[in-house]
């Protein structure tokens, strides 16, 4: 939910600074068509600026992982996801309370909307249009102002007694042709999802406005009486926008209107005024960039590259790689220590590889969410086969809550990295296993502990203690077996079983771009 609150402020800043844009550079020019495009490109790079922001990698140089090894032989993988009641029920959070206005809100909006459209397309339902000039015209008594709904026109019969009934129709036909139902459908879907924004209304009033003007620069274009038209709009009665979907004849009614339609065209060069929302587009595209963290990981394992003398000279070694359960791993990584030089178990577990003959030839096998193995060469033979046991490891975190700041800085992206290796003819092979990442990496982690502390209440009862939770990140990156590992007293064990149920889904770990669970413990201190 934190996310959609985020998108939602994101998206309605957008939409106050643009539409600022708008009406301080356009809203009194003449170019009708341009606004209107305008107006719906800033409503939509508001929506996507927000759901989609650019990203920048920051990469952080780490040592090797820190596992919490006394953990692998009580965690349970079997274990279902559990949630604790940490709020008594007579407490509700502030976020629920936030929740609960919105949804509200948007149960409000979209109801007015539905009960708006259900008399107009009750009279389209039940009545036979009249076809003239290509318009499809619904008459009814319910609506006192003619308006135009979709591609449909309803009007009152009392206006075809009116010599003017020409001037009104051409006017709703041009709100048909240009289709600025379009817009209406546009404006109003997203004045569901924010309500809450007053721009979100401004940007309602603008688009509707400048139909208005479109369509009476279309009924004077046609060859009409100005002064005549004028006076019919004077004539009509002020009477209320009936439905948010619909273009009113007698909206958008006042002085604006009439100074618009007798309003000098506006110079073609002004139209460089729309250059504007560039710099602007860029400085939310910026404002709203989140940076994307990618831990490197120094692995004491394969480190010290080419510490092995390549002799001609090899040991044939083949062998499977599988787990405690006798599981196929499938894409473990297989490498000649020391050097890059290695290979890939197949679908069957299966791999082969020419280890040079040598004392201190060893081979290092690996695989996500496993602990790495070491396994020595026996230089004597000429080939070894090897059945290779992985065994489940639990990746260490250690957060102190006491320590954390709410304000803390994002650490800055590290000083570019050295060379790794010098050039050679041997080929270099890629050991692609990424562990589970969190939004933000342990920064990202870190935050969200924070946040969630400080919303956690226990009736009078002190958060202080340690515990320790056990928790899988599956395949799909879902925080899944979630259980209590140690613990110093009840209460913390709630609350770290409350921070662990809530995590948003992780990047989950993946071997050779397949994703595959990985187990945690994450170590609190309140």
Known sequence: MEALFEFLFRASVSMAVLFTLYWLQLRN??????????????L????????????????VQTTAKETF??????FNNNISSETSDINSNNNISFSSILHLIYFTGMAIVLLRIVIQCRKPLQIIAKSTPKKINNCLIYENEIYNTPFSFFNRILINPKYFKQDEINDILT????????RHWIDLFIIELLTVFFWFNPFIWLFERAIKQNHEYLADEGVLTRGHSPVRYQALLINQLMGTQVIGLANHFSSAQGPTRFKMMTKEKTAKRKLFRMVWGIPVLAILLVAFAEPEYKTTVTDPATENISAIPINKETIKVRGSVRNEDGTVLTGASVIIKGTTTGAVADKKGMFELNVPKSAKSEIVISYVGYKTAVMKINPQLKEQTLNLQLEKEVIGIKINTNTLSSDRDVPPPPPPAPEEFSKSDEPV??????????NQGLYGLEKYVQKQKNKLFFEGKKLEGKATVGFTINEKGEVTNIQILTKSNDIAAKAATKIAGEMENWKPGSQRGKAVPVNFAMELEF
């Open 171 to 178: 006017h709703e036909k041009v709100h048909i042709q240009e």
């Open 69 to 74: 090894n006394e953990f692998s032989g009580v």
């Open 429 to 438: 092979f890629i050991i692609v296993e990424d562990m589970p990442q969190y």
């Open 44 to 59: 939509m790079i508001s929506v996507i600026v927000a759901l989609v922001p650019i990203q920048y990698q920051v990469t």
């Open 29 to 42: 020019s003449t170019h009708f068509k341009a606004n209107r495009y305008f107006l719906l490109i800033s």
